[in-house]
């Protein structure tokens, strides 16, 4: 049994917003699919490009990904292999519509999914939106930025407060549509009663602090609501500067 919340906005800046989010769990399941079997599925996928492309790139990827509900076969052996192809088509859908048609050449989107089945949480993700886990009043971030910072990080050139104030921290080293090189990173660990599960794009991460993240988290304890609103809040009172979308997944006994 679970529970989740979401909120999503523009930002104080940006003209629209290309972040999407979709999701699929046994009360939320208009397209009937087998969620006893797939289990529950939650996506936050940040887009990117002129002319509107970023939106499109995002709702694409996020449409695109329930086709999981449609794969002839899931086991805990299959489902790596199962999502990394999915991802695949995702990134291939999507490179394509963005050469069919010229006003969405060179659009993009991250792509970060978590799924909840029998017990355990799967995770396949590219780019740099995150997925947290909140877990004894810990928070570890699951997910690795695939950023030019992030590589700078891991050979040494920056420290993470460098990195945290570096003006190239958003520059992408992989993404959904860009080209047809791909690294999908991948996780899977067991789900305990009170484990939280937070995805975001970065315009939540890169305004608010992971310290900063937890302490609305805590505060808020098990109110998933409250904490998603006073999450976007703070993002916004930092300056909104990109598109915002939070979700939290609250696992139950």
Same mark, same amino acid.
């Given at each position: 049994m679970l529970t989740f919340c979401?909120?999503?906005?523009? %930002?104080?800046?940006?003209?629209?917003?290309?972040? !999407?989010?979709?999701?699929?769990?046994?009360?939320?399941?208009p397209d009937n699919f087998d969620i006893s079997k797939y289990g529950s599925l939650f996506t936050v996928a940040d887009g990117m490009g002129g002319h509107y492309a970023g939106e499109i790139a995002s709702k694409m990827a996020c449409k695109n990904i329930l086709n999981y509900y449609k794969l002839d076969s899931i086991t805990d052996d299959s489902l790596w292999d199962e999502l990394k192809r999915l991802y695949f088509k995702i990134n291939n859908n999507v490179l394509q519509?963005?050469?069919?048609?010229?006003?969405?050449?060179?659009?993009?989107?991250?792509? !970060?999914?978590?799924?909840?089945?029998?017990?355990?949480?799967?995770?396949?993700? /590219?780019?740099? !939106?995150?997925i947290y886990r909140i877990r004894d009043?810990?928070? #570890? @971030?699951?997910?690795? #930025?695939?950023?030019? /910072?992030?590589?700078?990080?891991?050979e040494g050139f920056y420290t993470k407060? @460098?990195?945290?104030?570096?003006?190239?921290?958003?520059?992408?080293? @992989?993404?959904?549509? /860009?080209d047809q090189r791909l690294n999908v990173f991948t996780w899977s660990g067991k789900v305990l009663?009170?484990?939280?599960?937070?995805? &975001?794009? #970065? %315009?939540?991460? +890169?305004?608010?602090? +992971? +310290?900063?993240?937890?302490? /609305?988290?805590?505060?808020?304890?098990g109110n998933i609501k409250k904490? &998603?609103?006073?999450?976007?809040d703070k993002a916004l009172r930092a300056g909104g500067r990109d598109n915002i979308t939070v979700m939290m997944v609250l696992i139950l006994g």
């Open positions: 979401y909120k999503t906005d523009k %930002g104080a800046v940006r003209p629209n917003n290309e972040d !999407s989010l979709i999701y699929r769990t046994l009360h939320n399941n519509r963005s050469f069919d048609v010229p006003d969405y050449n060179g659009m993009g989107t991250t792509l !970060s999914t978590l799924i909840i089945r029998e017990q355990k949480a799967w995770i396949a993700h /590219v780019g740099d !939106s995150r009043d810990i928070m #570890d @971030q699951i997910t690795y #930025d695939h950023t030019e /910072v992030q590589r700078l990080l891991d407060e @460098q990195a945290e104030k570096c003006s190239i921290k958003n520059i992408l080293t @992989q993404a959904i549509g /860009v009663p009170g484990d939280r599960f937070l995805l &975001c794009s #970065d %315009g939540l991460h +890169d305004m608010v602090s +992971d +310290d900063e993240i937890l302490s /609305v988290i805590l505060y808020n304890s904490t &998603c609103l006073h999450l976007l």
